[in-house]
């Protein structure tokens, strides 16, 4: 590695006031957008692609991958406060996040959800900044095979997140599974279960079913809670005033982020995998490697911290194989890809 290239990389990003405000309003501009349920990265990327033709390369590139970041930790704010993940990404962090949220514990939910996010995006950097190479050969050399294992292992984990209710999570697994069927099936396009309805033939959308799945029901039992007279009972008047989690809670979560960040960047690096596959394989880690798993699920920071390094981390994996091999690692990635060949860069050999 050119040490020399890579210190006058960094100086001339944080040399450049331009860069640094891009870059900083890009992360705001992705929070709020993942904030949103059904508002993602990749269309907060893809739509401000235009506005960043005539920027200079870099003040555009930083804009670009701060809506990127910004809007992987974004999708926790929704999924910890109001039970709807943002972004598929936070799909995983609703499982302890909301249930601290329920015990009053909202602000410490997303001040860890925040440095968890920070330290994961920081590791899968450093992933990529140094170990690219050897990282993205190993991602390329999944085959069929390694894939099928990968799904086999991520259906695996539902069995350890679903605590006592095993029965209850083979059943929903099985219902996901059902949904997926819908549509054109990818190896040779026949029709699926569409009955004739057009729209059916691209099958059920990520975001829009993970907002009917959590949200909605969501809704109906805030609904069936004001019938009973129990909603004042869940009211909470906690007020957020630390940003970062105390000394005391980052000591018991720094190995849930550690390996988060790891086998969020690893995964990240597959091509076509995504922070969505990242979250629950590392939730699962995580419960699996605790002295008590039962806990998981129940409302403590080491859930929600598993899931946000991994998801940020995540996004350092994915600019692996594109910047190394030109072959995006998700969705945003492969709109980067357009507009980095736009800005004259061709990634890969």
Partial sequence: MDFSLLLSSYATVWSNPEVLLMTFIGALGGVLLGAIPGMTATMGVALLIPFSFGMDLIPSIGLLL??????MYGGSISAILIHAPGTPAAAATLLDGYPMCKKGQAGKALSVAMFASFCGGVIGALVMTFLSPLVADMAMNFGPGEMFMLAVFGLSVIV????????????????????????????????RFTFGVKP?????????????????????????????????????????????????????????????????????????????????????????????????????????????????????????????????????????????IMKGITPGP
């Fill in 160 to 191: 350890a997140i679903s605590g006592k209710s095993v029965a209850k999570g083979l059943i929903s697994a099985f219902f996901g599974m059902l949904l997926c069927t819908v549509g054109l099936d990818p190896t040779y396009s026949v029709k």
């Fill in 66 to 71: 701060g809506i990127y970041c910004g809007g």
């Fill in 200 to 340: 059916l033939l691209s099958g059920f959308q990520f975001i829009p079913t993970l907002i009917g799945l959590f949200a909605v029901a969501e809704v109906i039992a805030g609904v069936e809670r004001i019938i009973n007279g129990e909603e004042k009972q869940e009211h909470s008047d906690e007020k957020i005033t630390n940003v970062l989690p105390d000394w005391q809670t980052i000591k018991t979560i720094w190995p849930n982020i550690l390996s988060g960040g790891l086998i969020g960047t690893f995964i990240g690096a597959i091509p076509g995998a995504g922070g969505d596959i990242a979250v629950f394989v590392s939730y699962g880690a995580s419960k699996s490697a605790s002295k008590h798993p039962e806990l998981y699920g129940t409302g403590i920071p080491n859930g929600v911290a598993a899931t946000e390094s991994a998801n940020n981390g995540c996004s350092g994996g994915a600019m692996i194989p594109l910047l190394s091999l030109g072959v995006p690692g998700d969705s945003v990635t492969a709109i980067l890809l357009g507009a980095f």
